[in-house]
């Protein structure tokens, strides 16, 4: 994804934007500088609210707020961080304002759960699963120690990605982003956890492990390069 | 009997860190986030980041957003953005120019200049802007100070049977007549408007926007409190509203939004005794 052209085409923008700033700062500025900045950011700033599920107009208020705080607080700009950086902190706290303000209304009743909600309407029956059997239940809670104490025993970085993966179900570009490793390297963590799990426990779990890793685990195992979980 | 990949998962919550996210465990705060992010942060609280990262949806969410915004150009999409949008935004910026501007920001589009001048012009170019910038400012304050004055002297003695005007959505409370009008003395300097909302939900804010038919707004702004009848005054100096028709909205400011709630419509008439 990152080809030297998308590279040449993003830091051309943040070198646009960082000249619109200085002239913003030097009091050169003029609404045509704003409509600038607007043209080049408006839509990832506007997409990073609409991905949070905000209605359209919440969007656009949201994205009115983020170019006002960039607006208010140009003059502290530094550029020591890079401009994106700059938007994304801006963005995130009035995202972050308007979650808590969302929380609080939710808290005083003022809003409904969305349909779909796990908790049943009054007078709706809620679907109960048959408890287990003794036994079974039993055997169970054993599969679940055994399971539990060799995932203790994978080394911290490899356990990490594997719960990023299994646990958060992310891709291994964002497990890399967030562990801070190479693609590569989550996938060789993620195999080698796979490796250890199926040889310490193969014996209980049988054919257990190329369910609980997901499908996609199977193309990275059988050394694909390319990011399939899309 | 057992589902592995809710086996696994279950299995492995139980060994991640615990880290909390119940209310009071803060959540990195964006500058942190970010420096996560540029591996800029000391390895103790990096873990401690990462730790969060690991349970906490919301906050990887943003840090895969700020990866995306700068390394993915089609984050948010290669479509330019709608002019009526911009436009949108724009408003909002001229409105906040007005208010406190930290930075001018002029109606109009400078001319376009060379990207290279030399650099002595450009600054006797800024100061000859400065100076008058300055000069403006000065003689408008000398104005404006002038004008305090009288008005000041106006306002120095009791305003005698000031009226109060009692407005609902619409129209007023005690007339159906729409517009409702205002006859006022010739000499009388300011009057009162009490703004029954339509609705008695409560904000933490008010703003209200003053528009004169045909002619634009005149005012906005907020400030207003309610009072312990669920009603709003609003202070009206005859100078701001002259003879003709006008609309009053009112609005409720949730907190952290930039547009209110329409609370209510106001339309009336001020004509001169």
New interface residues.
């Given amino acids: 994804?990152?080809t030297p052209t998308?590279r040449s085409?993003?830091a051309d923008?943040a070198a646009a934007a960082l000249e619109i700033v200085a002239e913003?700062?030097?009091?050169?500025?003029?609404?045509?500088?704003?409509?600038r900045l607007?043209?080049l950011y408006?839509?990832?700033?506007?997409?990073?609210f609409a991905?949070?599920g905000f209605s359209e107009?919440d969007c656009?208020?949201l994205?009115?707020?983020t170019?006002?705080g960039i607006?208010?607080g140009?003059?502290a700009f530094r550029g020591e961080?890079?401009f994106?950086?700059w938007?994304?902190?801006?963005a995130?706290?009035?995202?972050?304002?308007?979650w808590?303000?969302g929380s609080?209304?939710k808290r005083t009743g003022a809003q409904v759960p969305l349909a779909g909600s796990d908790e049943a309407a009054p007078g709706e029956v809620i679907p109960v699963s048959p408890l287990?059997a003794p036994a079974?239940d039993a055997l169970?809670r054993e599969?679940?120690r055994i399971?539990?104490d060799e995932?203790?025993r994978l080394p911290d970085q490899m356990?990490?990605c594997?719960?990023?993966r299994?646990?958060?179900d992310?891709k291994y570009r964002?497990i890399g982003?967030?562990?801070?490793l190479s693609t590569e390297t989550v996938k060789a963590h993620l195999f080698q956890a796979r490796r250890r799990l199926q040889e310490a426990l193969g014996e209980y779990?049988g054919d257990?492990?190329g369910?609980?890793?997901?499908d996609h685990f199977e193309v990275a195992v059988r050394g694909s390069t390319e990011e399939t979980d899309s | 009997?057992?589902d592995?990949?809710r086996?696994?998962?279950?299995?492995?919550?139980?060994?991640?860190p615990d880290v909390g996210l119940e209310p009071g465990n803060a959540?990195p705060s964006?500058?942190e986030?970010?420096a996560y992010?540029?591996?800029e942060l000391p390895p103790a609280e990096a873990a401690r980041v990462?730790d969060h990262?690991?349970l906490c949806?919301n906050c990887?969410?943003?840090?895969?957003?700020?990866?995306a915004?700068?390394?993915?150009?089609g984050?948010?999409?290669q479509?330019?953005?709608p002019a009526a949008?911009?436009e949108?935004?724009?408003r909002?910026?001229?409105a906040?120019?007005a208010r406190s501007a930290?930075?001018?920001?002029?109606?109009?589009?400078?001319p376009p200049r060379p990207r290279e001048r030399p650099r002595q012009g450009r600054e006797a170019r800024?100061l000859r802007a400065l100076a008058a910038s300055l000069l403006v400012a000065v003689g408008g304050l000398s104005l404006w100070v002038a004008n305090l004055r009288g008005t000041v002297g106006d306002f120095s003695r009791p305003q005698l049977n000031a009226p109060i005007l009692d407005l609902s959505p619409g129209g007023a409370r005690s007339e159906d007549a729409h517009p409702t009008v205002l006859r006022l003395p010739r000499r009388l300097q300011i009057f009162t408007l009490v703004l029954n909302p339509a609705s008695p939900q409560s904000f933490p804010g008010y703003n209200v926007e003053i528009e004169r038919e045909g002619g634009g707004v005149v005012w906005s702004g907020g400030g207003l409190e309610k009072n312990a009848f669920g009603s709003f005054s609003l202070a009206l100096p005859r100078v701001l509203v002259p003879d003709g028709a006008y609309t009053i909205r009112l609005f409720g400011h949730?907190?952290?939004?930039?547009?209110g709630e329409p609370l209510g419509e106001y339309h009336f008439k001020i004509e001169t005794l």
Avoid: C
């Fill in positions: 994804m990152n998308v085409h993003l923008r913003i700062q030097s009091g050169s500025a003029s609404e045509e500088s704003f409509r607007l043209g408006y839509q990832p700033v506007h997409h990073f991905k949070r107009e656009l208020d994205t009115q707020e170019f006002l607006y208010t140009v003059q961080s890079g994106d950086t938007l994304f902190r801006i995130t706290n009035v995202y972050r304002k308007r808590r303000w609080a209304e287990p079974e169970g599969r679940s399971l539990r995932i203790e356990r990490r594997l719960a990023l299994v646990y958060r992310l964002e982003v967030v562990m801070k779990f257990y492990f369910a609980a890793f997901g | 009997m057992n592995p990949r086996e696994m998962k279950e299995a492995l919550a139980s060994v991640l959540h964006s500058d986030l970010a992010h540029d591996g990462q990262l690991l949806e990887t969410e943003l840090l895969l957003d700020l990866e915004l700068r390394g993915d150009p984050f948010g999409g479509r330019p953005a949008e911009i949108a935004v724009l909002g910026l001229r906040q120019a930290p930075a001018p920001l002029p109606p109009t589009a400078a800024w949730p907190e952290g939004r930039m547009r």
